[in-house]
């Protein structure tokens, strides 16, 4: 028998499992991208790069700021300090997975808690495991349909955690929509507008302006089963609020986060059922994006390692 497996190779999990690996302690994940990262994406076209999950990374805690200050500064805030990696977000999420046993493209849809320990069913109906522990790290709507048939006090702590939807649109412009690094308008469409070419190591030339296009969570909670098309036209429409000419229209595209932003978090860092040996983390748990998603998979395999000491 394995002794854990991760469900979700986002930032949380990934934490989780580089902090129980020196332990000892065998760790499997499982992540139903092609990537690792989740919203820590950095979408490549051409010679283009974009961050169009979380456009950059920051937070305040001791723990987290260690792992990033050795990044590049982005000049985008006055208020905090920014960083990135020369690749983009996701380079972190592919340093941390680097070590780590990962299975990618593998959906998990269905657990099941028996005598010799969890089986996880994934999408082609293959079995994994038994495993001694299993700990979740998918957004909170997925957790929950995972664990909804099972006996556990997890599933009421999770009935109040909301999380909502968020459109993004990377484009290229031949020229400037906005002359800052980064602009939030007040708008009832557009959220926030990330000039990409303005971080570091991304200037391509001086007829060559690349963004993420953020739009309002009000507005993409509405239109988030929209068609592509039409939600591309819309936030194209509202740019025209924020920029009298952006030239040439190099590249467009659209891309839409089910799961972006947590409106009503948890509260604490992770939940762990002792009794069945599962425990469930990630960003919405304490609902401050990546910092909040690494400090819920680091806090969660302290306990779980903690735990094993007695």
């Not at 961050?51 to 990374?57: E, R, T």
């Not at 046993?101 to 999408?123: T, V």
């Not at 700990?135 to 909170?140: F, G, Q």
């Not at 308008?185 to 991304?202: G, L």
Request: hydrophobic share 40%; net charge negative; proline share 5%.
């Amino acid at each position: 028998m394995s002794d854990l497996a991760i469900i979700g190779a986002g930032i949380c999990g990934l934490r989780c499992a580089e902090v129980l690996r020196p332990a000892g302690i065998t760790v499997e994940l499982f992540d139903k991208g092609r990537g690792v990262g989740g919203r820590l994406a950095t979408r490549r076209h051409e010679q283009w790069r974009f961050d169009h999950g979380a456009p950059s990374l920051h937070g305040e805690t001791a723990q987290w700021c260690e792992r990033i200050h050795s990044y590049h500064d982005w000049d985008c805030d006055n208020n905090a300090r920014h960083y990135l990696p020369e690749l983009g977000v996701n380079q972190l999420a592919k340093e941390l997975a680097e070590p780590l046993n990962i299975q990618r493209g593998c959906q998990i849809q269905s657990i099941e808690r028996r005598a010799r320990g969890w089986s996880l069913i994934d999408q082609h109906g293959s079995e994994h495991g038994p495993y001694a522990k299993l700990v979740i790290t998918a957004p909170c709507p997925q957790t929950q349909a995972l664990i909804k048939t099972l006996d556990t006090p997890i599933i009421k702590a999770l009935a109040d955690v909301h999380m909502t939807p968020a459109w993004v649109m990377m484009l290229v412009t031949a020229l400037p929509i906005i002359t800052t690094q980064e602009l939030r308008p007040t708008h009832d469409v557009i959220r926030r507008v990330s000039a990409e070419h303005s971080k570091p190591e991304r200037a391509l030339g001086p007829e060559d302006y690349h963004y993420v296009v953020e739009a309002a969570v009000a507005w993409s909670q509405k239109h988030e089963e929209d068609n592509p098309t039409d939600v591309q036209a819309a936030l194209m429409a509202s740019l025209q609020d924020i920029t009298t000419d952006m030239g040439q229209l190099l590249h467009c595209a659209v891309h839409r986060w089910r799961y972006a932003h947590t409106g009503r978090a948890l509260g604490r860092p992770y939940l762990f059922d002792s009794d069945l040996g599962l425990a469930v983390a990630g960003d919405w748990c304490l609902g401050i994006g990546a910092e909040g998603a690494y400090l819920s998979g680091e806090a969660l395999a302290k306990m779980l390692l903690n735990s094993g000491r007695h």
